[in-house]
């Protein structure tokens, strides 16, 4: 590549990453601030986990759609930054307007509006990212514009911080009394009562600040359309007789690949279980730390959540780097392997120190973040994810955002807090073993 390409890929990345900053921040307050929500629109603490059921079906229709026509009809490189530039000034409106409604259906169109904006914007920057650089190049490029979405959901945690109440003055906001705590603490089944907060905090300046900032970063990707500067392609810097090749050599892996159907199915559901994971944790983090057996005030309770956010945010980080040095199966055994150890530290520990808790709620983070871009770059190993095919990673991690957090909540006020801890073994057990089985079907 020439040092234009690279002048532009810097200008390029810049807004790229900023661009993930804000959709962390959208996805990233809805946790912390789900309980208010919930109070806001006046339904049961268990039926607002459907608000990432709204999202995630939003993310999922915008995923098939995006995987089909990015490459095949938004051809023109304006046209691709113009894609960008809109999805994430759409985000930030629908995000702007969500403390604003007054119904439970309006709250689910205004986030399942935003998760369809979100997920464009994701699915198209990572195909554009391959576009420009290739599997093999971008591979750290890819591990960045997810831990750049990981720093969006810390500064989310954080944001809402100063609007959440500073103690713990309605445990009514969870029904508990401490004969529930003493059954928790004996991993019984509590019937939890839905009592009204009375005095809902004003969440409505974290959200407003969130949406100014997309604003922000949608007209930045406008003036970047408007400045003209040449974008690189991949294509374009390799020799004809290499390219034919390479593409010789890609059709034919693409043929098989796109014939094995059990592949890409189990590659779907690989996709759910970590799209899942990272979005019941983001979901139930907060909420379990209020009404789960420690019953901690707000200001701990955000901190559990700061904690998860920013051990994600480590294990982006350190995905950049460590993919320089490590085959992205090497790295995706090591996160499923940390999952299930973390898991199996909460089960028997958590619900009775809270040192725990902040331990495998941080390890959990930690791994589970690494598992998305890896597999990604995995993928690219074997099929183009240039095209429509790239669209099956982000539909199998947003069905897993719209289905796993209401089953969850459906299992924390059935079972108990107990009850995530056993989800949580389950599914990064199950995890462990998909993968295995991947690797013997490539």
Request: hydrophobic share 50%; charged share 10%; aromatic share 12%.
């Amino acid at each position: 590549m020439s040092s234009s390409d690279w002048s532009w890929l810097l200008c390029y990345f810049c807004l790229a990453w900023t661009g993930h900053i804000c959709q962390g921040l959208a996805i990233g307050i809805l946790g912390p601030t789900q309980p208010y929500l919930a109070q806001l629109v006046g339904v049961a603490k268990e039926q607002i986990n459907f608000i990432w059921t709204g999202r995630g079906l939003g993310s999922c229709v915008a995923t098939l759609l995006t995987g089909m026509v990015f490459k095949r009809f938004i051809t023109r490189k304006w046209q691709k930054l113009g894609f960008l530039a809109a999805s994430v000034l759409s985000s930030g409106v629908f995000i702007g307007i969500v403390p604003f409604v007054s119904s439970f259906g309006l709250l689910l169109a205004a986030l399942l509006a935003a998760g369809f904006c979100i997920a464009c914007y994701n699915t198209a920057s990572n195909s554009l990212v391959v576009f420009m650089l290739g599997q093999d190049r971008s591979r750290p490029f890819i591990q960045s514009l997810h831990a750049s979405l990981a720093t969006g959901y810390m500064l989310g945690s954080l944001i809402v911080r100063p609007f959440l109440p500073e103690n713990n003055e309605d445990s009514a906001a969870c029904g508990y009394t401490s004969d529930v705590v003493e059954g928790f603490m004996k991993n019984k089944t509590i019937d939890i009562a839905d009592d009204i907060i009375e005095d809902v905090p004003d969440i409505t300046k974290p959200f407003l600040i969130i949406a100014i900032t997309h604003v922000a970063t949608g007209l930045a990707f406008v003036f970047l359309i408007l400045a003209g500067f040449p974008m690189p392609q991949y294509s374009e810097t390799v020799s004809k007789d290499i390219k034919e090749l390479d593409a010789s050599n890609q059709n034919k892996e693409t043929k098989k690949r796109k014939s094995n159907f059990l592949f890409l199915l189990l590659v779907l559901i690989w996709f759910f279980i970590s799209g899942g994971m990272e979005g019941f944790f983001q979901s139930q983090t907060y909420t379990f730390g209020i009404c789960g057996p420690h019953l901690m005030e707000p200001g701990k309770a955000a901190a559990l959540t700061t904690v998860y956010f920013s051990c994600f945010l480590a294990g982006r980080v350190s995905g950049v780097f460590l993919s320089t040095r490590l085959s992205p199966g090497v790295l995706i055994l090591s996160s499923l392997l940390g999952c299930f150890s973390s898991a199996l530290l909460l089960v028997f520990l958590a619900g009775w120190w809270e040192e725990a808790l902040f331990i495998g709620t941080a390890a959990v983070g930690y791994c589970v973040s690494l598992q998305f871009a890896s597999g990604y770059s995995w993928l690219a190993q074997h099929v183009d994810m240039t095209g429509k095919i790239s669209s099956i990673t982000f539909l199998g991690s947003n069905s897993g955002w719209l289905t796993l957090p209401p089953i969850a909540g459906l299992v924390f006020g059935m079972v108990g807090p107990s009850g995530i801890f056993y989800l949580t073994a389950g599914l990064t057990g199950s995890h462990l073993v998909l993968f295995l089985i991947m690797q013997k079907a490539v």
